[in-house]
């Protein structure tokens, strides 16, 4: 019954490892959204795609790489991970047209040691 | 740009209490949203309540009830009868009303529920 789902939960990984991060939903949803939220509590889009079409891609490190292989999937994939990259990263989904709603997946809290 | 301020870092409130909390938000935009989540200590973001820019209003869900002042560009949250399972981070957000557009969130308030 898990609307946005995310795997895994908990990751710890050395520096310089590089990370995939999965997530999806079974909402039926159009668009799908990455946001990191650091240390501080404080939340800020990452990326959007459309339709598998990236839409939003603020400014962030080249190292961040999104991939939609479909509506229901969105990964984040993570090369040469550094401690700053320590944070927890949170899925959501809506449906253009239809909801102005941003369903959230449970977040993947990232340690970088 | 839009930005969201939220001026209470942190909050507290005797259990059957009310508590406001506050937002202010800028932008251009005439149309747009407005939003309450809230983060318990499970991390899971939970929508509280939305309001609608055009909708003068006041959106209400049980207990919550928001006061949107569109000129003053402020969107306040009141709880009621607070519980103790109201204790959390709360996130004021905004987000404009095009397609698939991001949500842009203030710094947080966390809230304390005295028992």
């Known amino acids: 019954d898990t609307a946005v789902s995310q795997t895994p939960k908990y990751l710890v990984t050395q520096m310089g490892n590089d990370k995939s991060i999965k997530c999806e939903q079974n909402l039926g949803h159009d668009t799908m959204y990455w946001y990191k939220q650091d240390s501080k509590k404080f939340l800020k889009i990452m990326f959007s795609?459309?339709?598998?079409?990236?839409?939003i891609n603020e400014t962030v490190p080249n190292r961040f790489s999104p991939k939609s292989p479909d509506k229901a999937h969105l990964n984040l994939h993570i090369n040469s991970l550094e401690l700053g990259d320590s944070a927890v990263y949170f899925c959501?989904?809506?449906?253009?047209?239809?909801?102005?709603?941003?369903?959230f997946g449970p977040g993947t809290r990232l340690t970088v040691t | 740009a839009q930005t969201v301020t939220q001026s209470q870092p942190e909050m507290s409130v005797q259990e059957a209490e009310t508590v406001t909390l506050s937002c202010t938000y800028d932008?251009?935009?005439?149309?747009?949203?407005l939003f309450w989540y809230k983060q318990p200590p499970s991390r899971q973001m939970i929508l509280v309540i939305r309001q609608e820019a055009y909708k003068q209003q006041n959106a209400t869900e049980n207990r919550f009830s928001v006061n949107f002042q569109k000129a003053a560009k402020s969107f306040s949250l009141k709880i009621s009868d607070s519980q103790l399972g109201d204790a959390a981070m709360y996130f004021c957000?905004?987000?404009?009303?095009?397609?698939?557009?991001?949500?842009?969130f203030g710094t947080g308030t966390r809230l304390a529920v005295r028992p």
């Open positions: 959501a989904s809506s449906q253009v047209f239809s909801s102005y709603e941003q369903y």
């Open positions: 957000a905004y987000r404009r009303k095009s397609s698939g557009d991001k949500l842009t």
């Open positions: 795609y459309n339709n598998k079409e990236l839409i």
């Open positions: 932008t251009s935009e005439s149309d747009y949203y």
